[in-house]
């Protein structure tokens, strides 16, 4: 396989709304979250594709579950990288923020983000630009979905907010790989949030229309998650104003008291 072939993320549904990426080159292929280990095997070998590497980002069994029955089909020996923090059953690489995952086939260099919140140790995978990626990617796991994020099973608003903060400094075409379909009632409750907000409404007739065709609303982008997402946008008037009103609290000095608001007003939504 040319070096220079162009990596393709394709989806691989599973469960309900579980989507377990898939990264390829025509022939290598990594794969990100694995819950399920059946839909993936099917999806490899129906694309003659080798698996040559499982890519983690929280210790949560719809992300975890599929791991060791996978290595076990192939009979292979792969590197499995996962949060340092979490215990991971088969990892071999444990990962934390600022390591470089290199991975030679397919080619791809990916930066590690710790981002707490969803869970402690809960990790996100960045490829800038290079020779076969276009466009950035980033690999949230749970931690951002299209219009919504993660609930805090285990960390704070103020945790969540800061980890949302490292994803709005990435490139604004950067393609965001969410492992759950959750846009439609995200937007929903997105609305709720910010009923005047013009591009969600139109991100909202849009996301139906994928739904209603049977597609995914993924990857979004960073981008357009600073438009229409209320956790990546505590610091707007009127977000902050909304917040304000539904929580009778007169000063939400930072974005981190915005997020706790809304990501409660979420939970009971
Ligand atoms: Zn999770
Ligand atoms: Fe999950």
Not at 5 to 14: D, F, M
Not at 66 to 78: A, K, R, T, Y
Not at 86 to 101: F, W, Y
Not at 138 to 155: K, M
């Amino acid at each position: 396989m040319d070096k220079n072939t162009l990596l393709q993320v394709w989806p691989i549904p599973a469960f309900d709304d579980n989507y377990i990426w898939c990264i390829h080159d025509g022939s290598s292929a990594l794969v990100v979250d694995p819950g399920d280990a059946v839909p993936t095997l099917a999806y490899l070998r129906a694309n003659n594709l080798t698996l040559k590497g499982i890519l983690i980002t929280h210790h949560h069994a719809d992300h975890t579950g599929g791991i060791l029955q996978i290595l076990q089909n192939l009979g292979i020996d792969i590197p499995v990288y996962g949060p340092v923090g979490d215990d991971i059953p088969g990892r071999t690489v444990a990962v934390m923020q600022d390591d470089k995952v290199e991975i030679p086939s397919p080619r791809m260099s990916l930066k590690v983000f710790e981002v707490p919140g969803h869970t402690l140790s809960h990790i996100a995978y960045f490829a800038n630009m290079q020779a076969n990626v276009v466009e950035p990617m980033l690999f949230c796991g749970d931690t951002l979905f299209a219009s919504g994020c993660g609930r805090l099973f285990e960390g704070t608003p103020t945790q969540m907010s800061e980890s949302l903060g490292k994803f709005a400094a990435l490139p604004k075409n950067t393609l965001v790989y969410c492992t759950h379909e959750y846009t439609l009632s995200n937007i929903r409750f997105a609305l709720a949030v910010e009923p005047n907000n013009l591009n969600l409404l139109s991100w909202a007739d849009q996301a139906k229309s994928l739904r209603e065709q049977g597609l995914p609303t993924l990857p979004t982008t960073i981008g357009q998650e600073l438009q229409v997402n209320p956790f990546m946008r505590c610091d707007q008037a009127e977000v902050i104003a909304m917040a304000k009103e539904i929580s009778g609290q007169a000063e939400l000095p930072t974005p981190a008291h915005v997020l706790a608001v809304i990501r409660a007003w979420k939970d009971r939504f």
